[in-house]
């Protein structure tokens, strides 16, 4: 007998889910038409496919958050014109403008759109000037693909084209303003954290790669508003800016030289307990603070943020104001905003920032603008003599004494170093030579000895610096300091396995941010002040020194310094004895010159800004060519086998690379500061103009100097 098998029947929808079910099939392309829009508008910010699709794969987290903050977006439009067509018209415009101007900003200056470019800057105007490099046959192909595929969306599929009612529109807000709250305020939910975003702070166009444009942009939005202090006004300003007690101590007759050097990490490591080092890194510095003002300052970071350090330094404003998580260098300094280079500027200085690394970083070459410096020596134009795995500190100290050099007057220099900058890792450096010992791991002792050996380096830095100018007696204040503590291991391994950092220990503020200080001079008389204080006043305690003349901030702050020497996070207040409404002047003073009108300029008539601003060492020349002519063939020099041509000119650099014809030349720098180029068969064997250009590009390609343009017959 056969089996008798029972018909299986599915269970049966209620016909209130089925609605459910069909009512979110009909709206598919709520969720669809964003993928669309994210991919066209990454496309644009990064001005090539391939980036767009590495980083959709490579960076899943960010791609996916950046999708909810579009997604929020096509709602609110959505709500707003009620038709998935002019939402998404409407969305598509916007996005195709911004997007432009980004991909476009990042090619040519090497940083994308910042939100500070619209809602901060006193140049906004100079936003769209970027649209003028937008062409390309590329870009045009892929905009045209985009209109395609939209379109076929819209007119062909019947559920990409629904008009919304008012129940959903109101549905739609809520979800775009849940997205939005959790995104930019982390609440109700905490989208960033959630999805491990990390803000590449220092590095913007690396921070909008990483984490895609609207993430970045929701990232750095939430520090670009300060609020308005509510006592801020004209006559609080004014009455504050009267009754600053103004120095006195004012000698126009001597202008000495006044040299800041930011020492990348500098710190003594000797000062860890459970290890020994057989000898002592840090001799000069060791010598020189003993007879000369030094002491510890309290830097605002620990392992990084070396930008925040200058800040403090050059404007004597203060970290402890501003958004915890916040660079002004990135930020907030997008106008003039006075230092101590614009203030030695206004007394006939010579101002010129000096760092070993890219002018890019930090946005340094933009901020030093804008601290009235009047040339920036950066990365680009030094000799590319490394140590270990940034420019040797050597190099720092040459250009510094070859800038006073050239310098018929007195010269304000502010010059970082990066030599000791992180890793430490055992292969830093080919070779340690200072040796550590102790009951620690083999990890520590190699940490500490590739640290030693940097810190080393920074201490015969300081002695080369002195050793010049007592030599040259030329008056001279030469200011050495670390700018923060280095990273020793991770989760601050190094600290804790020698028993420096202890839990619940009191002491630790200072352990985790002190850093060593030194003020020499060649031309005082002899004095040593023992300096306890906050980088902010550092500036204000050179000018006394120096007798020069401040500005009434920097007067308040001298004063200030002599009261509250040391201005630590607020929840600090209490055990340095602090109140915190004897600081309300300092930040008015300083809401005053970031990012109000600035009424403590109002008596100073020189702009802020240089209009001689350089990058480099100026204009670069070609004044010669040897050989003037080639015969087609024959070139004048043959070395095997190529054609070599000699420029001579001036202000050319290691990394200058010299252009025939719009395309690079094998260029090298010679010992009469000459450039070699080898010259291609294609150019000399060939009769007419070529036309030859130099020019130094940054790690970003972009051209931070040029020289003329001449013409060279081959005949």
Not at 682 to 696: N, P, R
Request: aromatic content about 14%.
């Amino acid at each position: 007998m056969l089996p008798v098998f029972k018909r299986m029947t599915l269970p049966t929808i209620h016909p209130k889910v089925l609605i459910v079910i069909k009512y979110l099939f009909a709206r598919i392309h709520l969720f669809v038409l964003p993928w669309v829009l994210l991919a066209y508008f990454e496309y644009l910010v990064r001005d090539s496919i391939s980036a767009m699709l590495t980083w959709s794969w490579e960076q899943p987290m960010p791609l996916w958050l950046n999708y909810f903050i579009i997604l929020a977006l096509f709602f609110l439009f959505a709500s707003i014109f009620g038709r998935t067509w002019l939402a998404y018209l409407a969305l598509s415009s916007i996005l195709t403008i911004v997007g432009f101007i980004s991909g476009v900003k990042l090619k040519i200056l090497g940083i994308p759109l910042m939100p500070w470019d619209v809602l901060l800057s006193k140049e906004t105007e100079q936003v769209s000037t970027y649209l003028s490099g937008i062409w390309s046959w590329t870009l045009l192909g892929w905009t045209l693909l985009f209109i395609v595929i939209s379109f076929a969306l819209l007119r062909f599929v019947p559920r990409f084209n629904v008009k919304f009612k008012w129940p959903e529109k109101i549905i739609f807000i809520v979800i775009a303003g849940f997205i939005g709250c959790s995104v930019f305020v982390e609440k109700p939910f905490d989208l960033k954290n959630n999805f491990n975003i990390f803000n590449v702070t220092w590095d913007q166009a690396a921070n909008y790669k990483l984490n895609g444009f609207w993430v970045s942009t929701a990232l750095n939005l939430k520090l670009a508003f300060v609020p308005r202090p509510a006592d801020y006004n004209a006559d609080n300003m004014n009455a504050m800016i009267q009754n600053v007690p103004r120095r006195t101590n004012i000698d126009p007759n001597v202008k000495p030289n006044i040299i800041v050097v930011l020492s990348e990490s500098l710190w003594d490591p000797t000062l860890l307990p459970k290890v020994t080092f057989d000898k002592d890194p840090l001799p000069n510095l060791r010598e020189l603070m003993k007879n000369y003002s030094s002491g510890w300052m309290l830097s605002p970071q620990f392992g990084g943020g070396t930008a925040n350090v200058e800040f403090e330094v050059l404007t004597g404003n203060s970290m402890r104001f501003t958004p915890p998580g916040s660079t002004p260098y990135i930020q907030y300094v997008n106008h003039g905003v006075d230092s101590l280079a614009s203030i030695m500027a206004r007394q006939g200085y010579a101002t010129t920032a000096i760092s070993p690394f890219f002018n890019w970083f930090y946005n340094s070459k933009n901020v030093y603008k804008n601290f009235g410096f009047s040339q920036f020596i950066s990365l680009e134009f030094f000799e590319q003599n490394f140590k270990g795995y940034e420019i040797a500190d050597t190099e720092v100290t040459k250009n510094i004494i070859a800038q006073t050099t050239r310098s018929p007057g007195p010269d304000f220099i502010f010059a970082n170093t990066m030599e000791n900058h992180q890793p430490y890792d055992a292969k830093k450096f080919s070779n340690n030579p200072i040796k550590v010992s102790g009951d620690v791991s083999a990890d520590t002792k190699a940490t500490l000895e590739s640290y030693a050996t940097g810190a080393q380096d920074a201490d015969l830095m300081l002695k080369s610096l002195v050793d010049h100018y007592t030599e040259t007696k030329e008056p001279t204040i030469l200011v050495f300091f670390g700018d923060h503590k280095p990273v020793l291991g991770s989760n601050y391994g190094v600290y804790t396995e020698t028993g420096y950092f202890k839990p619940n220990e009191s002491g630790r503020l200072k352990k985790m941010y002190d850093v060593p200080v030194v003020v020499w001079d060649n031309y005082l008389p002899k004095h040593k002040d023992d300096l306890s204080l906050s980088p902010a006043f550092l500036g204000p305690y050179v000018l006394n020194l120096a007798q020069k003349e401040g500005t009434a901030y920097t007067d308040y702050l001298y004063a200030l310094s002599q009261k509250v020497p040391i201005i630590p996070p607020s929840f600090y207040y209490d055990g340095f004895n602090i109140k915190a409404d004897d600081l309300k002047p300092y930040q008015l003073f300083q809401y005053d010159m970031m990012f109000g009108k600035q009424y403590v300029m109002s008596q100073i008539k020189n702009p802020i800004v240089s209009p001689n601003f350089k990058l480099g060492f100026g204009k670069m020349v070609i004044e010669s060519e040897s050989p003037a002519q080639f015969s087609v063939g024959v070139p004048f020099q043959i070395e095997n086998d190529q054609a070599v041509l000699m420029l001579s000119g001036q202000n050319f650099v290691e990394k200058s690379i010299v252009y025939l014809n719009g395309k690079a030349m094998e260029t090298q720098l010679t010992g009469n500061g000459k450039l070699r180029v080898v010259v291609p068969k294609d150019v000399y064997q060939k009769a007419g103009k070529v036309t030859i250009e130099v020019k130094v590009l940054d790690s970003q390609n972009i051209v931070v100097a040029d020289s003329n343009l001449v013409n060279l017959e081959v005949k």
